[in-house]
């Protein structure tokens, strides 16, 4: 009696074992893959989606229509002070040391992925740890590599080499260091190595940072062009009109690696978030509802700051919905920390707000103001310092603009003009300003 005792108890013992670890298993595949893919120098206009017509983009359009389009987001208009943002959830006043340069003391949303169980891998444009020159224009501080950064592998971009992002591409990778990839397409081995880490992680959680190369100058051919057989990577072109044929790759690329999600059945668990990091080159015009935009990148205008988004989680965002919130890139972070179950241990409080309802389509939980503080220490671009909303944007310098009906800021209200029914959303703005000085 005793023994038989004793069996059903290691029985019950076992299958309670058993029963945890799959438990444990189950809970971690709850936790949605998120794949985060940031397009370099690409503003709303150019895509189809929004009203752009020079270029095809048939899989960005279709992620939008299966999931959500958000109508107002905002970048700052320069690529390092969108990056450091965009990954510390944090104004640039708080942590930007420079251009080409994050901060090696931020913690980023690598860092939060990976406390929450997620491997995590970046692919693309690094430009974080700077070089000589960008380094003593920070006062002799050093960015940091994405090792520290928060990423568990990647292939990238300069990191501390600089070489062709394009055509035979000097990339480094943790594994290897830098090499380069003669006669091959920068693009095509950042896909191939991504879509290579979802196979050997679809089992588990992942997060991949996918901060493209794609559609930055110099503007050159693509594969799907002739002319790239015998192009010279070490030449000088740099010709907008191949600008096209960057976006359509751009498209091509995101539409290989949503078709690599449901190749290996975590569509449904997957959660693709499309942004770009500030707006079109300002070489680019392109056609949007009927009318001509020129990209004002490094500039706080409409076209250097209003970027698409889009985001798509198949059987959790409805399909067909339009996102008129405002959105920050502040609020990326916090937004990934909700869908990963992770709290802020930052000493500096996080700025963003997460949309994380919002996808779900719960609209309580939402910002009334953007604002902005760029001092990129780059090029000639004037630091600026500015709050807006869907209608009005105010500069600290007193300019103000009724973007409704001067999208291009040719028309500053002065302060002895100032709208008088406006009077509440100036005084919120003012505030705002002083608060974040």
């Known amino acids: 009696m005793l023994r038989l005792q ?15 670890k799959n438990g444990k298993n189950q809970i971690a595949v709850k936790k949605p893959n998120v794949i985060l893919i940031m397009a370099d120098d690409l503003g709303y206009e150019t895509i189809g989606t929004y009203g752009g017509s020079s270029y095809p983009t048939p899989n960005l359009d279709k ?7 958000f109508d107002h987001c905002y970048s700052t208009p320069l690529c390092t002070p969108s990056r450091v943002q965009i990954m510390t959830g944090k104004y640039n006043f708080r942590n930007y040391i420079g251009f080409g340069l994050l901060d090696p003391r931020e913690k980023t949303f690598g860092h939060y992925m990976q ?12 430009q974080l740890l700077g070089n000589a020159y960008q380094q003593k224009l920070a006062g002799d501080r050093i960015g940091t590599t994405p090792e520290k950064a928060g990423f568990d592998d990647y292939c990238l971009w300069q990191i501390d080499h600089l070489g062709s992002r394009y055509k035979d591409p000097l990339l480094s990778t943790k594994k290897n260091g830098a090499i380069t990839h003669q006669g091959q397409y920068g693009p095509d081995v950042f896909l191939k190595n991504i879509t290579s880490f979802m196979e050997d992680h679809k089992d588990s959680p992942f997060f991949v940072y996918y901060p493209m190369v794609l559609t930055h100058d110099p503007f050159v051919p693509t594969p799907n062009n002739k002319e790239f057989e015998g192009f010279d990577a070490k030449s000088k072109i740099n010709d907008p009109t191949y600008f096209g044929e960057m976006v359509e790759y ?35 015009t392109s056609s949007f509802n009927g009318i001509s935009i020129k990209g004002d990148k490094g500039h706080t205008t409409d ?13 959790k965002i409805a399909p067909k919905s339009i996102n ?5 890139f502040t609020d990326f972070l916090p937004t990934l920390m909700d869908i990963s179950g992770t709290t802020p241990t930052s000493p500096v409080p996080l700025d963003g707000i997460s949309f994380y309802q919002q ?13 902005c503080h760029y001092a990129p220490n780059w090029g000639k671009f004037e630091p600026k310092r500015y709050v807006q909303n869907k209608q009005w944007k105010l500069y600290d ?27 509440e959303v100036l005084t919120t703005f003012k505030g705002i300003l002083n608060q974040y000085k």
Not at 259 to 279: A, M, P, Q, S, Y
Not at 303 to 315: D, E, M
Not at 359 to 371: A, E, H, P, T, Y
């Open 6 to 20: 004793i069996y059903l108890i290691l029985i019950v013992s076992t299958f309670l074992i058993v029963s945890c």
């Open 63 to 69: 992620l939008a229509n299966e999931g959500m389009r």
């Open 115 to 126: 406390e929450a169980g997620y491997e995590t891998y970046i692919a693309g444009k690094w």
């Open 250 to 284: 751009m498209d091509r690329i995101i539409g290989e690696i949503i078709k690599k999600t449901e190749e290996l059945g975590i569509r449904e668990n997957t959660l693709i978030l499309f942004v770009g990091d500030n707006g079109t080159d300002r070489d680019v």
């Open 303 to 315: 076209a250097g700051t209003h970027v698409p988004f889009i985001a798509n989680w198949k059987g």
């Open 324 to 328: 008129n919130n405002l959105i920050d």
């Open 359 to 371: 996808l779900l389509g719960n609209n309580s939980q939402k910002r009334d103001w953007i604002f």
């Open 397 to 423: 310098t007193g300019e103000l603009y009724n973007l409704a009906q001067d999208i291009e800021e040719e028309h500053p209200f002065s302060p002895d003009n100032y709208p008088k029914e406006q009077k």
